[in-house]
Protein backbone atom coordinates (compact mmCIF):
# COMPACT_ATOMS: atom_id res chain seq x y z
CA UNK A 1 0.00 0.00 0.00
CA UNK A 2 1.39 3.64 -1.19
CA UNK A 3 0.28 6.90 0.73
CA UNK A 4 0.47 9.70 -1.23
CA UNK A 5 0.47 12.98 0.10
CA UNK A 6 -2.00 15.37 -1.18
CA UNK A 7 -1.57 19.14 -1.18
CA UNK A 8 -4.29 21.40 0.75
CA UNK A 9 -5.31 23.11 -1.87
CA UNK A 10 -7.14 20.87 -4.71
CA UNK A 11 -8.09 23.59 -6.89
CA UNK A 12 -4.88 23.88 -8.92
CA UNK A 13 -4.08 20.83 -10.43
CA UNK A 14 -0.27 21.48 -10.83
CA UNK A 15 0.50 22.01 -7.71
CA UNK A 16 0.95 17.73 -5.87
CA UNK A 17 3.38 17.48 -9.35
CA UNK A 18 5.55 20.33 -8.47
CA UNK A 19 5.37 19.04 -4.73
CA UNK A 20 5.97 15.89 -5.70
CA UNK A 21 8.80 16.66 -8.23
CA UNK A 22 10.43 18.87 -4.84
CA UNK A 23 10.14 16.15 -3.17
CA UNK A 24 11.44 13.40 -4.92
CA UNK A 25 14.49 15.54 -5.81
CA UNK A 26 15.06 16.30 -2.08
CA UNK A 27 15.22 12.20 -1.48
CA UNK A 28 17.32 11.36 -4.93
CA UNK A 29 20.00 14.76 -2.93
CA UNK A 30 19.69 12.37 0.78
CA UNK A 31 20.20 9.10 -1.34
CA UNK A 32 23.56 10.47 -3.54
CA UNK A 33 24.74 12.19 -0.20
CA UNK A 34 24.72 8.82 1.72
CA UNK A 35 25.70 7.22 -1.32
CA UNK A 36 28.76 9.28 -1.28
CA UNK A 37 29.85 9.00 2.47
CA UNK A 38 29.07 5.42 2.50
CA UNK A 39 31.87 5.26 -0.38
CA UNK A 40 34.27 7.49 1.07
CA UNK A 41 34.38 5.00 4.37
CA UNK A 42 34.85 2.37 2.42
CA UNK A 43 37.52 4.15 -0.03
CA UNK A 44 39.32 5.33 3.33
CA UNK A 45 39.39 1.68 5.00
CA UNK A 46 40.69 0.49 1.63
CA UNK A 47 43.96 2.90 2.06
CA UNK A 48 42.99 5.39 -0.38
CA UNK A 49 43.01 8.70 1.36
CA UNK A 50 42.59 11.30 -1.56
CA UNK A 51 39.73 9.68 -3.32
CA UNK A 52 37.97 8.91 0.23
CA UNK A 53 38.25 12.29 1.04
CA UNK A 54 37.49 14.27 -2.58
CA UNK A 55 34.01 11.86 -2.25
CA UNK A 56 33.39 12.50 1.74
CA UNK A 57 33.79 16.85 0.39
CA UNK A 58 31.41 15.72 -1.73
CA UNK A 59 29.26 13.64 0.20
CA UNK A 60 28.94 16.57 2.47
CA UNK A 61 28.71 19.22 0.12
CA UNK A 62 25.10 17.43 -0.83
CA UNK A 63 24.34 16.89 3.12
CA UNK A 64 25.35 20.71 3.59
CA UNK A 65 23.00 21.57 0.23
CA UNK A 66 20.18 19.73 1.63
CA UNK A 67 20.21 20.27 5.24
CA UNK A 68 20.72 24.96 4.57
CA UNK A 69 18.34 25.10 7.61
CA UNK A 70 19.85 22.53 9.96
CA UNK A 71 23.47 24.15 8.98
CA UNK A 72 22.17 27.81 9.38
CA UNK A 73 20.78 26.37 12.85
CA UNK A 74 24.03 24.74 13.77
CA UNK A 75 26.40 27.95 12.25
CA UNK A 76 24.06 30.35 14.60
CA UNK A 77 24.99 28.43 17.42
CA UNK A 78 28.78 27.69 17.32
CA UNK A 79 30.02 30.66 19.43
CA UNK A 80 28.28 29.76 22.58
CA UNK A 81 29.40 25.86 21.80
CA UNK A 82 33.17 27.73 21.24
CA UNK A 83 32.44 29.85 24.50
CA UNK A 84 31.70 27.09 26.37
CA UNK A 85 34.62 24.78 25.10
CA UNK A 86 36.59 27.50 26.21
CA UNK A 87 35.50 27.68 29.33
CA UNK A 88 36.29 23.89 29.86
CA UNK A 89 39.52 24.09 28.57
CA UNK A 90 40.25 27.00 30.98
CA UNK A 91 39.10 24.90 34.27
CA UNK A 92 40.71 22.14 32.55
CA UNK A 93 44.07 23.96 32.54
CA UNK A 94 43.71 25.47 36.02
CA UNK A 95 43.38 21.88 37.34
CA UNK A 96 46.42 20.62 35.19
CA UNK A 97 48.56 23.58 36.89
CA UNK A 98 47.16 22.80 40.46
CA UNK A 99 48.23 19.57 40.32
CA UNK A 100 51.53 20.42 38.85
CA UNK A 101 52.08 23.29 41.83
CA UNK A 102 51.42 20.43 43.78
CA UNK A 103 53.68 17.79 42.32
CA UNK A 104 56.56 20.45 42.76
CA UNK A 105 55.57 20.82 46.04
CA UNK A 106 55.55 17.01 47.05
CA UNK A 107 59.19 16.70 45.61
CA UNK A 108 60.11 19.34 47.17
CA UNK A 109 59.01 17.65 50.52
CA UNK A 110 60.52 13.93 49.88
CA UNK A 111 63.39 15.67 48.41
CA UNK A 112 64.66 16.78 51.81
Known sequence: MVVVPLAA???DP???AVASQTS???YWVRVAAA???????V???AGKRRAGLAVAAAGTTLTILDQQETVRAWWGR?????????????RVQGAVDELSAQGERLRNIISR
Open 9 to 11: SGN
Open 35 to 41: GALATSG
Open 14 to 16: ETP
Open 43 to 45: LLM
Open 78 to 90: LPGYLEELQSILT
Open 24 to 26: DSA
